[in-house]
Nanobody, 118 residues
Framework: QVQLVESGGGLVQAGGSLRLSCAAS????????MGWYRQALGKQRELVAI???????KYADSVKGRFTISRDNTKNTVYLQMNSLKPEDTAVYYC????????????WGKGTLVTVSS
């Protein structure tokens, strides 16, 4: 089992910044991909930014140039630095970790709410 705990959400004005953290614990040696997704009210959950299994980063087009994903392997933590926030970035942000292979498990955190006011 892998446990993921997000933190850092909150209320911010448009143009502001926030940094989200996702701390992983448990059988983290099985994880080969990790990143951030978000779900706005009434919409489907979507990818925001991830480290893929090859260590490459991938971003949603809507956040490129504004958000940066990073990680600290010594702390088993992944971060999402969010700059130039827009009201449309308002959502619950979830951390996800994946095991490799067809039958690998996917783990989700409980999410942290980000609200951007105009």
């Amino acid at each position: 089992q892998v446990q993921l705990v997000e933190s850092g959400g909150g209320l911010v004005q448009a143009g502001g910044s926030l940094r989200l953290s996702c701390a992983a614990s448990g059988r983290i040696f099985r994880i080969n991909a990790m990143g951030w997704y978000r779900q706005a009210l009434g919409k489907q959950r979507e990818l925001v930014a991830i480290f893929s299994s090859g260590g490459m980063t991938k971003y949603a087009d809507s956040v490129k140039g504004r958000f940066t994903i990073s990680r600290d392997n010594t702390k088993n933590t992944v971060y999402l630095q969010m700059n130039s926030l827009k009201p449309e970035d308002t959502a619950v942000y979830y951390c996800k970790a994946d095991e490799p292979g067809t039958y690998g498990r996917a783990y989700w955190g409980k999410g942290t709410l980000v609200t951007v006011s105009s």
